[in-house]
């Protein structure tokens, strides 16, 4: 309520009296009074409020400045987002939010940190400022984390064929210390412990991969990855785990030299996938982190390039030529927090500039600090390894997301200038058993509230699925799909975007409830070229339809200015809870510009040298048009108009047929298929036959790989439509219509009956941290206990059937003999997200024959115990009943799923 006073207070000023001025008239009539605003710069001359107002108004691209007694002066040209912090003075110029000038782009920066970057057929391997580099040839990584010990090795194929439909060219991939070594010098390397195979397969299928080996990797692991063997001696031999101590790097050297065996001949210097190296986790000790580095290279890990986590920033700046690549992330919402609340920042949904802001922090004896935190050292490339896929749940704070929470977010952080993604998790976990106890909450691989080191958070003990675009037994989810959009067109056209540099327009959001002002940025490099982010979507709030004019673009030094859409079109209309990006004087081949559209450029398709085929999807409520340079010969049957000496097809109606075909003076053409809509997130890429080849599909997948194209689906039959279109296929427009039947299967039987009613709800009680603690193995007898007999499940490989546990309580266990197969706590999901058992995924892991039994836990959970210890979100709280307590279940639902071969 207090901000949205304040923000109030900020709109009043806009037409109050007393506008600030200075001598070349130019006038803050925005009031930043107890407001401050982030993405500005450090003015270092300034010593007063005076100096800092005096000098905003003799800058001319100065529209904001803010001022605070310690923080002293920060302006600039534009701003991320402002925020009511008191102490703060300034003031803001009244600007255009539909009005942006493009941005020079920067000149690269060499870095010489690369080493082993030559593989056996002479292709290289490099990193400047800007990107990585293939050959001198920019790249856009697109990384999906996945942790091989929580997925049994018989779907590890599968799953990384699914990642790779998801539009992902790279891994990252935690290797937990703890899974490998849980018993001192007995190494395991079976099943899904088997490093070696799990890499292998990576190479095979034409992936790259950043091995993360800790030896402290955190990742919900148990004490961060330290087996409990280690934790014992750093007592008894007294060394501080994660230090240069010699006692400690002796054991990481153990550790080290077991990786190394396992990769041996598979990094990219042996023609291997392992690129990159991260080293530990999580820390800003650099002497720690060097002195690891040098350990791993004397065993002979040798990557390409050796990276690090970027936060928390090291106390002083890097090092010149630092020989480690920092990487970065963002979430979109926190498990780890103890509130009582949401924990989601609106800054993950607005534009910036990049993670290189000042960070302002009220403490609690009312001191402000201001922090540069986050910040991409000068000379190195923005990319991120742990942009939230999703988020897990912890047991005193129940997260619930939406699926489209993290694409959206996605999109904002492209534009603000992030040149390569990495999703933590792309791919949810099972976790594996431990070799030495059962599944009880205190002994589990996973961290608990019970562990001897460690964050100690309150983790379920085998369920890791963190809501990720792939959950823990492979079942996709609508931001697969979503983010597969962004995915597909980084993959076609990333080498193009990682040179272009964001720009803001003139007026910005004021802060997280300002829902009306437009949110959108550009990226653009020095050819003119770029593209336009747009995104009206922030978690957990209604973001309403904008309707504006147009937006107009400058090029830099304003020698051309661009207004989209043109006045043939529809004014300017986004859809609420809407994102997307539109080209604007982009090449979309390397000798074809699409001056711009009002439509996503998503691929495209070269059919040979001289022809190509580009994909777009209409942006929903908006008119679509496209617009090219006048010297192309524009062949349509659509409205054509000459706009500002560009040719604009307008009034276009999205189909499966060719919108326009272009011919260029040096002979190239080019054919555009703009698709409806509702294809956006069914559009999928891939190498068929040595062809570049789009499918388009509502499949839960769609493997395209060299010899064969899969379709999985829930469906009778399976129908895509696919170009370029295969023999035998039905025309439908430039596409051929594929259908195939998918197999017939007897009925699989699960029959719910109820074993022992639960007793007693437990009180909770609070663990060491403070935190909410999760039941102990003796709490969760309390539990009522269901039989789910199962007959009929399938031998057949092509066959996926899952069991989908809905209940209201507090949390769940599924047995079968003795052994938990997966656990869950509460947090309202009913359909995605809501638990499930792999009941094929599983079946060779666990042994599970034909008819077998399961046992089915569901511990009661007390209204009163909402109040102070457990945050669920109030829009999904479990069923209550009068005496305030939850416990109740669903009939189980079996869904199958049929892989079968579309060409």
């Given at each position: 309520a207090m901000m949205a006073l304040q923000?109030?207070?900020?709109?009043?000023?806009?037409?109050?009296?007393?506008?600030?001025?200075?001598?070349?008239?130019?006038?803050?009539?925005?009031?930043?009074?107890?407001?401050?605003?982030?993405?500005?710069?450090?003015?270092?001359?300034?010593?007063?409020?005076?100096?800092?107002?005096?000098?905003?108004?003799?800058?001319?691209?100065?529209?904001?400045?803010?001022?605070?007694?310690?923080?002293?002066?920060?302006?600039?040209?534009?701003?991320?987002?402002?925020?009511?912090?008191?102490?703060?003075?300034?003031?803001?110029?009244?600007?255009?939010?539909?009005?942006?000038?493009?941005?020079?782009?920067?000149?690269?920066?060499?870095?010489?940190?690369?080493?082993?970057?030559?593989?056996?057929?002479?292709?290289?391997?490099?990193?400047?400022?800007?990107?990585?580099?293939?050959?001198?040839?920019?790249?856009?990584?697109?990384?999906?984390?996945?942790?091989?010990?929580?997925?049994p090795s018989s779907q590890w194929r599968n799953e990384l064929l699914k990642m790779r439909a998801g539009g992902l060219n790279t891994l990252s991939v935690y290797f937990f210390w703890i899974h490998y070594e849980e018993v001192q010098g007995q190494f395991n390397t079976t099943g899904r412990r088997d490093i070696k195979a799990f890499v292998e397969l990576v190479k095979e299928l034409n992936l790259t991969m950043m091995a993360r080996i800790g030896p402290w990797c955190h990742g919900e692991a148990r004490n961060g990855g330290h087996p409990d063997w280690l934790v014992a001696k750093s007592k008894s031999e007294g060394f501080r785990l994660r230090s240069t101590d010699p006692k400690y790097l002796n054991y990481v050297a153990g550790w080290y030299t077991f990786l190394q065996q396992q990769l041996q001949g598979l990094f990219f210097k042996d023609g291997g996938p392992v690129t990159l190296v991260q080293i530990d986790n999580e820390t800003p000790d650099l002497d720690y982190l060097s002195a690891l580095r040098v350990l791993a290279m004397d065993v002979g890990i040798a990557p390409a390039v050796f990276t690090k986590t970027g936060w928390p920033a090291p106390p002083s700046a890097y090092p010149?030529?630092?020989?480690?690549?920092?990487?970065?992330?963002?979430?979109?919402?926190?498990?780890?927090?103890?509130?009582?609340?949401?924990?989601?920042?609106?800054?993950?949904?607005?534009?910036?500039?990049?993670?290189?802001?000042?960070?302002?922090?009220?403490?609690?004896?009312?001191?402000?600090?201001?922090?540069?935190?986050?910040?991409?050292?000068?000379?190195?490339?923005?990319?991120?390894?742990?942009?939230?896929?999703?988020?897990?749940?912890?047991?005193?704070?129940?997260?619930?997301?939406?699926?489209?929470?993290?694409?959206?977010?996605?999109?904002?952080?492209?534009?603000?200038?992030?040149?390569?993604?990495?999703?933590?998790?792309?791919?949810?976990?099972?976790?594996?058993?431990?070799?030495?106890?059962?599944?009880?909450?205190?002994?589990t691989l996973q961290e608990s509230s019970f562990q001897p080191a460690g964050a100690a958070n309150p983790m379920t003990s085998i369920q890791y699925d963190f809501f990720a675009p792939i959950g823990q037994f492979g079942q996709t989810r609508a931001h697969y799909h979503q983010m597969r959009a962004l995915h597909v067109f980084l993959l076609a056209y990333g080498e193009e975007v990682v040179t272009m540099e964001p720009a803001m327009p003139l007026a910005s959001p004021m802060g997280d409830t300002d829902v009306t002002t437009l949110r959108w940025e550009g990226r653009f490099n020095n050819k003119s070229g770029g593209v336009i982010f747009v995104n009206n979507y922030q978690r957990m709030t209604e973001m309403p339809a904008k309707h504006r004019s147009h937006l107009t673009i400058n090029t830099v030094n304003s020698t051309h200015t661009y207004t989209v859409p043109s006045s043939y079109s529809q004014p300017l209309t986004v859809a609420a809870n809407s994102w997307f990006h539109w080209p604007l004087n982009f090449p979309v081949t390397s000798e074809v510009k699409l001056t711009w559209a009002t439509a996503q450029v998503m691929t495209k398709v070269a059919i040979n040298a001289t022809f190509t085929t580009v994909f777009l999807a209409e942006t929903r409520s908006q008119a679509v048009e496209l617009a090219f340079p006048s010297t192309y010969h524009v062949t349509t049957s659509f409205p054509l108009a000459s706009v500002n000496g560009s040719q604009v097809v307008y009034s276009i109606v999205p189909g499966y047929d060719a919108t326009v075909v272009i011919t260029t003076p040096s002979g190239q053409s080019v054919q555009f298929v703009v698709l409806p809509n509702q294809h956006t997130f069914e559009l999928w890429s891939g190498v068929y036959k040595s062809q570049e080849t789009v499918v388009v599909s509502q499949a839960e997948a769609v493997l395209v790989q060299p010899d064969r194209i899969d379709i999985k689906t829930s469906l009778l039959q399976a129908t895509a439509l696919v170009y370029p279109p295969p023999a035998n296929s039905q025309p439908s427009g430039v596409f051929g219509s594929v259908t195939v039947a998918t197999p017939s299967t007897t009925p699989i039987n699960v029959s719910l009956q109820l074993k022992s009613p639960a007793g007693p709800a437990r009180d909770i009680p609070k663990a060491s941290t403070g935190k909410a603690q999760e039941p102990t193995i003796a709490e969760w007898q309390a539990a009522q206990k269901y039989s789910l007999k199962v007959t009929g499940l399938p031998s057949s490989p092509e066959l996926d059937v899952r069991l989908r546990l809905n209940y209201n309580g507090d949390a769940s266990r599924v047995y079968y003999q003795q052994r938990c197969l997966t656990d869950s706590w509460y947090s309202g999901y009913e359909t995605e997200g809501a638990p499930q058992v792999g009941l094929s995924y599983l079946r060779d892991d666990a042994q599970l024959p034909e008819d077998f039994e399961l046992e089915w836990w569901v511990l009661p959970l007390k209204n009163s115990s909402l109040a102070a210890d457990v945050y669920i979100n109030s829009e999904v709280l479990p069923t209550f009943d009068s005496d305030g307590l939850a416990l109740s279940v669903s009939e189980p639902e079996v869904i199958v799923f049929a892989t079968v071969q579309l060409l």
């Open positions: 923000l109030l207070v900020l709109a009043l000023a806009l037409i109050a009296a007393q506008a600030q001025q200075c001598n070349n008239n130019r006038t803050y009539p925005v009031s930043l009074a107890g407001v401050e605003c982030w993405g500005l710069t450090l003015d270092a001359a300034a010593n007063t409020s005076t100096d800092c107002f005096n000098n905003c108004c003799n800058s001319p691209d100065c529209i904001v400045w803010n001022w605070h007694p310690e923080q002293k002066c920060w302006r600039g040209a534009t701003y991320q987002f402002c925020k009511s912090i008191t102490n703060w003075t300034g003031g803001l110029m009244s600007q255009d939010e539909t009005i942006m000038t493009m941005q020079p782009a920067k000149t690269p920066k060499p870095l010489p940190i690369a080493g082993n970057n030559t593989d056996p057929n002479g292709n290289t391997f490099s990193v400047d400022s800007i990107s990585y580099l293939i050959n001198d040839k920019r790249l856009y990584p697109i990384g999906g984390e996945i942790h091989p010990a929580r997925i010149p030529n630092y020989p480690m690549v920092p990487y970065f992330g963002g979430y979109p919402d926190l498990f780890w927090t103890n509130a009582m609340s949401p924990a989601w920042s609106a800054s993950n949904w607005m534009f910036g500039s990049g993670p290189s802001f000042a960070h302002t922090q009220t403490h609690g004896n009312g001191t402000v600090s201001k922090t540069v935190q986050y910040a991409v050292p000068d000379g190195y490339p923005w990319v991120d390894v742990e942009q939230g896929g999703g988020m897990t749940a912890a047991y005193n704070h129940r997260v619930h997301l939406d699926s489209p929470d993290m694409p959206s977010m996605h999109l904002t952080m492209v534009a603000a200038g992030v040149n390569g993604l990495g999703y933590y998790m792309y791919h949810g976990g099972n976790n594996p058993h431990s070799v030495r106890y059962n599944d009880d909450p205190n002994v």
